[in-house]
């Protein structure tokens, strides 16, 4: 079965840039497989920061971008903060309607 | 305020069953699809079921297909999720989203419900 892949750790230095990815076990990641980015703090419900690629969700900031980059999905992060230390997440939606998320990266800012 | 609120959780024993649900607050609940996800402790997310707006299609991720079922009473602003045959892997957070108006997506959180499936 096919599985959605993220890196598990990343860390980024506040104020840098980091890059996100979100891949497929077998396959390439695509439009067509509506990537979204969904951000977690501990105790808390997920946060919708990414829909379609890269359209953000109503109150992310603009330092959250979504692109494809060659086989995978990206979120990036341009000018982290101390707020961005999180668990992020990807979904894609997969044949048969089926929903699959990534197993989750857990970003560090320091 | 726009939110959805969980509740049915707890503590079952294997074999068990639980339903819980979602009530909807300031949005047309019955023009939105809604979905179930759920979080077992220190692990990821998991999707596990949609259901359309009007409560006539369904969809379940493999490991609940069979055992949970999806469903909604448009007049009560409410989804539910009937869980049966209760496995301890289905300990987990569970979360009721709202499918965004584009794409496949979630663009509403509920803040989640516990069930501890234990003897």
């Known amino acids: 079965q096919t599985v959605v892949t993220q890196e598990p750790s990343f860390s980024v230095s506040p104020g840098g840039t980091v890059t996100l990815t979100c891949g497929l076990s077998s396959g390439s990641v695509s439009t067509t497989y509506y990537p979204s980015w969904y951000q977690q703090t501990p105790g808390q419900a997920p946060r919708t920061l990414m829909y379609?690629?890269?359209t953000r969700s109503s109150g992310v900031p603009s330092r959250f971008s979504g692109s494809i980059i060659g086989n995978k999905a990206a979120l990036t992060i341009t000018g982290a903060q101390a707020d961005d230390e999180s668990d992020y997440y990807c979904m894609l939606y997969m044949s048969g309607g089926v929903l699959m998320f990534g197993g989750g990266t857990k970003l560090t800012v320091l | 305020e726009v939110q959805l609120v969980e509740s049915g959780g707890g503590l079952v024993q294997p074999g068990g069953s639980l339903r819980l649900s979602c009530v909807a607050s300031?949005?047309?609940?019955?023009?939105?699809?809604m979905d179930w996800v759920r979080q077992a402790p220190g692990k990821g997310l998991e999707w596990v079921s949609r259901?359309?707006?009007?409560?006539?299609?369904?969809i379940y991720a493999d490991s609940v297909k069979g055992r949970f079922t999806i469903s909604r009473d448009n007049a009560k602003n409410t989804l539910y999720l009937q869980m049966n045959s209760l496995r301890g892997e289905d300990t987990a957070v569970y979360y009721c989203?709202?499918?965004?108006?584009?794409?496949?997506?979630?663009?509403?959180w509920g803040r989640g419900t516990l069930v501890t499936v234990s003897s």
């Open positions: 379609n690629t890269n």
């Open positions: 259901l359309n707006s009007d409560g006539s299609v369904t």
């Open positions: 989203a709202r499918k965004g108006k584009s794409g496949w997506n979630f663009d509403l």
């Open positions: 300031e949005f047309t609940f019955s023009s939105h699809w």
